[in-house]
């Protein structure tokens, strides 16, 4: 079966013949190194000088661990919600007893710097903001520079977090020059690995004031796995052979260049837009991420079966409110034009 889903992707062969070896001892010399490695060439990648914490654990295991050693009873957390993943900022930072002040917006519409400026002047407490960067269940991407400058305008104690799991290494996240204090990300996405590790970028605020906080979780509280950094460990057993594929993922990744990873993604987007456009099917929403294109048809359950069982070709379905409505496509991993050009192949067929 071929991937053309926004994660897992499809995982270039050095990257699995690298999770494929004999694990490494996670207290040895040699793992050692390795994650010397991942923890540098991370800090790259997010485009910070502050540290990088890997987590055993999907995308959201990184979000609940940055919120629960941030977010606190009585805190006010903004969200800024405009899809499926928003909703769950919100759900994991009441869960940590925090209130949350949503400014929400219809599924597929876009939350402009206008839109975050009017809702915070209306607020008299602000202590975290929180935003989906690239939205995997609408296919839209926001303005995240823009944004995070009119937060730190206005609220400027506020930490702000980014749910950044679809664009990370797939579109520019500059973590230190927008002023970001916890951006996830998770293995399965823009690094093109086997899914199972989150990443999660620490300013040296955040790492200030989750130092000032008791502890609510074990394995969740990331000032221990800081502490543990510091001496060269993980500070439980971390899953190695994929610590050991993401060590070349981000090599490969470092190779290409960054500005180059991210034009390549915008232009493999293009692309599939201009294949989709020339067969007449319609995007769902504004369509601005590089992760993935959510396209509408009426029958897009039998379409999405039908390239899996006729062509061997996955592609995803819509969530929640749009199952049956909707048929996405990934532009991420180790997929390019002529991927494309198959794909649509099997989709004319299938249509």
Sequence with gaps: ???FTPGPVSVPAPVLAACGEPPLFHRGAEFKDVAQRVWTNLRTVFQTVHPVVLLAGSGM???EAA?????????VVVVLEHGRFGERLTAIAGIYGATASVLRVPWGETITSAMVTNHLRTLDRIDHVWLVHSETSTGLTLDLEAIASTAHTIAPNALLGVDAITSLAIHPVLTDAWGLDMVVTASQKGFACPPGLAAVSVSSRAEAHMRTLRPVSYTLHLPTVLDSMEKGLFPWTPPVTLV???DVALG???????DHVWQRHADLTHYLHDALQ?????????ATSHAVTVVKHGRSTEIKTALAERH??????????????????GTIGWIGRTDIDALMHALDDVL
Excluded at 67 to 73: G, Q, Y
Excluded at 278 to 286: C, E, H, P, T, V
Excluded at 314 to 327: K, S, Y
Aim: aromatic fraction near 6%; charged fraction near 15%; avoid cysteine.
């Design 252 to 258: 490969m990744l470092l190779a290409e260049g960054m």
């Design 278 to 286: 020339a067969r007449s099917l319609n995007f769902f929403g504004d």
């Design 312 to 329: 061997g070709m996955v592609i995803a379905g819509g969530q929640d409110r749009l199952q049956h409505h909707v048929f996405r496509i």
């Design 61 to 63: 295991t990184g979000i």
């Design 1 to 3: 079966m071929r991937l």
């Design 67 to 75: 919120m629960a050693s941030t977010v606190r009873p009585g805190d």
């Design 244 to 246: 050991a594929g993401l």
